[in-house]
């Protein structure tokens, strides 16, 4: 959900963005009674700041014919930020919150604490039915179906089509050809984040699916830190150890990233989709030279998995008006929405047809690349007690290169056990 440097898989494409919603965050503490406008219900929907969604809701309020009003709430930029806000508004029993729009993250400790409603009835038939499965699993929790997921989002390999006409398959592969090219004195650098945050433990997810690991057990209760998750450890330390990184990569975050690629210093680069639209707009001479390809494999036999990320819209238990909000819902994320924010704003779809409409060829030329890891895309462990998980992880990994792969698992399983076993949610 979060446009901002701890979820940017969520970050809109282009930089009036920054600007867009900036006075109505200075408002949003104040906004939002709850009360009816002219005898029309009010619905409160708390989101991101999220460019053009404005229009989505005007377009929405305009279908509803006077049933309801969706009033849109914009939260600050940082998804902490966003979180801390609504678990304490939550908490209080807030009635004046009706919608929700959550990070992909968070469903599994909203539902947990009966914060949300369930989703029943038409509407979750329709969400399940035409929603990519792993985006529909990460709006689950315990086989219940809480939120209904908006956009989508899973990182690719972006390569310089002019130094290395092939992309890498495999992490080896990709440090090799980084290499060779160090030593003929071409630019070389693999980039991607490695400071202590998200998106360091999104790098490691997709190293762990990749090698069919995993961190935790099925039900989220148990830290397991398997073969798999070890194997991923040894792939994160050979690749910070290769030479093949830039100086900043354990301080880097996305936009750093997005920066550094885009002023010619790097051969390959690991991020979100939201990267091409500011090369076109920013740097069109390397944009021509840029391709895009599958996530790197660990195993040349066994196809990536990439760390699914998104934002999905529920409904808060203390609404006073949860059946218009329900429906309120299926305008918000409906087809034609997900369809105008992924033109406009490079919000990816988690409807799988959008991905047919002719407009998305352009917004999206790596469209067919990016479904086909959505399809096999991996949730991050699945517990209600994600945030604290979240905050030892990046911690224990950073930085990098002073990885001792077995040694770390072991510390590991305990501080993540350590993190499901804490007793209620972060402040």
Not at 66 to 93: E, H, N, T
Not at 115 to 138: F, H, Y
Not at 237 to 251: C, D, E, L, R, Y
Not at 378 to 386: C, E, I, L, S
Request: hydrophobic share 40%; net charge negative.
């Amino acid at each position: 959900m979060a446009i901002n440097d701890r979820h940017p898989q969520r970050r809109t494409l282009r930089a009036r963005a920054l600007a867009a919603g900036a006075a109505t965050v200075l408002m949003a503490p104040m906004a939002a009674c709850g009360s009816d406008d002219g005898g029309v219900p009010v619905l409160n929907f708390y989101n991101s700041p999220v460019e053009n969604m404005q229009s989505v809701v005007d377009r929405c309020n305009q279908e509803a014919a006077g049933k309801y009003k969706i009033s849109y709430q914009v939260l600050p930029r940082q998804a902490d930020d966003q979180r801390v806000q609504m678990v304490r508004r939550l908490a209080a029993k807030d009635d004046s919150m009706d919608i929700l729009g959550m990070d992909v993250t968070w469903t599994q400790e909203f539902a947990s604490a009966d914060w949300i409603r369930e989703i029943t009835g038409d509407l979750k038939q329709e969400v399940e039915s035409e929603t990519l499965e792993p985006a529909v699993a990460s709006a689950q929790y315990n086989d219940k179906l809480y939120a209904a997921p908006n956009n989508t989002n899973v990182q690719l390999l972006w390569y310089r089509k002019d130094l290395v006409p092939t992309p890498p398959k495999t992490w080896d592969e990709m440090i090799k050809m980084s290499q060779q090219l160090k030593g003929e004195g071409k630019p070389y650098q693999v980039m991607t984040m490695g400071a202590q945050y998200e998106g360091l433990v999104v790098l490691y997810n997709s190293l762990v699916a990749s090698a069919g690991g995993n961190v935790v057990d099925q039900d989220g209760k148990k830290a397991v830190m398997d073969e798999g998750a070890v194997k991923g450890l040894e792939t994160l330390k050979t690749f910070a150890t290769a030479g093949v990184t830039s100086p900043s990569f354990s301080n880097a975050v996305e936009d750093d990233v997005r920066r550094a690629f885009q002023g010619g210093g790097g051969a390959f680069q690991l991020n979100w989709p939201f990267v091409w639209a500011s090369m076109v707009q920013e740097a069109p001479g390397l944009a021509k030279n840029v391709g895009w390809a599958r996530y790197p494999a660990i195993d040349a036999n066994t196809p990536s998995k990439t760390t699914i990320g998104g934002s999905e819209q529920a409904v808060s238990a203390y609404s006073k008006h949860p059946d218009l909000a329900f429906e309120a819902i299926r305008c918000l994320r409906g087809p034609e929405s997900q369809l105008y924010l992924a033109v406009n704003s490079g919000q990816a779809p988690s409807i799988e047809a959008v991905y047919n409409d002719p407009s998305m060829n352009e917004a999206y030329p790596m469209k067919d690349v990016l479904l086909e890891e959505l399809k096999t895309s991996a949730p991050r462990p699945r517990t209600p007690a994600y945030q604290n998980l979240s905050t030892v992880v990046s911690a224990e990994l950073s930085p990098p290169a002073s990885i001792q792969p077995q040694q770390t698992a072991d510390s590991l399983r305990k501080s993540i056990q350590d993190a499901i076993d804490s007793k209620g949610v972060l402040p």
